[in-house]
């Protein structure tokens, strides 16, 4: 191989690593609601029951969703109590909304309200109605149903108020169900990125259905005639 074709290869592989498509999601809930046992169940399909993160953690992770690399960033975040709202800059910067509650703690529940509140001043309430944002609800610790504080048709509910998807599940003993509501939510993030890019183009272009709309103007005489 010359250096002119290994050239060639690196930037191959370059353009390839930058056309992944890469997608920001945020994890946002009261304390102790099991966002950092989802996050690495997700992650690493393993679940670890404990963790003292002091502070928000940061993850970036390549995953097939579909058949196609994408690169998960996951904000993994800890918050210190059920009055603390999420840093508005992270609300902004996230492409998708992971909000958990626990289906055993009724105040942590109530806490995703405030928190959708939250999320309705940082990123407009256009922009959530509009579903710019795309988000989705976990009800977890589905697994300790003796304990239960909030019901299956409350989360439904919910959802339905927020309009996002809604799953009851247990990081302690599910790996296919996470995995498959994040790789839903990211399928969203991937139709609003496509919806989007439309309609940027339809803007820039003036064209809307397709159909081009042209206005010939004085400077068109200087173009060819069919
Ligand atoms: P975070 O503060 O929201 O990040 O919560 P953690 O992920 O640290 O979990 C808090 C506690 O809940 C830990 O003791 C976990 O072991 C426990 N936990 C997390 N998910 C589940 C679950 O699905 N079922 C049960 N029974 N416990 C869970
Ligand atoms: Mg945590």
Not at 4 to 9: K, T
Not at 45 to 59: F, N, T, V
Not at 87 to 115: C, M, N, P
């Amino acid at each position: 191989m010359n250096s002119n074709s290994g050239m060639r290869g690196i930037r191959q592989v370059r353009r390839k690593k930058s056309s992944l498509s890469e997608v920001k999601l945020v994890i946002l809930g009261a304390p102790g609601v099991g966002k950092s046992a989802l996050t690495v169940r997700f992650l690493t399909k393993r679940y670890i029951g404990e963790y003292d993160h002091q502070s928000d953690s940061r993850y970036k992770h390549e995953i097939a969703v579909d058949g196609d690399p994408v690169i998960f960033e996951i904000c993994d975040t800890s918050t210190k109590s059920a009055v603390d709202l999420p840093a508005a800059e992270l609300v902004s910067w996230a492409d998708g909304l992971v909000l958990v509650y626990s289906i055993t703690d009724r105040s942590s529940f109530t806490y995703l309200k405030q928190v959708f509140n939250h999320i309705q001043d940082v990123r407009g309430v256009a922009q959530v109605k509009e579903k710019d944002v795309p988000m989705l609800i976990l009800g977890n610790k589905g697994d300790m149903v003796h304990l239960r504080q909030v019901s299956s048709e409350e989360g439904e509910i919910l959802a339905k108020d927020f309009d996002c998807n809604f799953l009851e599940v247990a990081a302690a003993d599910q790996v296919n169900e996470i995995a498959e509501s994040f790789y839903e939510l990211c399928r969203e993030i991937s139709a609003v990125r496509r919806k989007n890019k439309t309609s940027l183009l339809e803007r820039v272009l003036g064209t809307k259905n397709g159909n081009r709309v042209y206005h010939r103007g004085k400077s068109d005489s200087s173009l060819s005639k069919y």
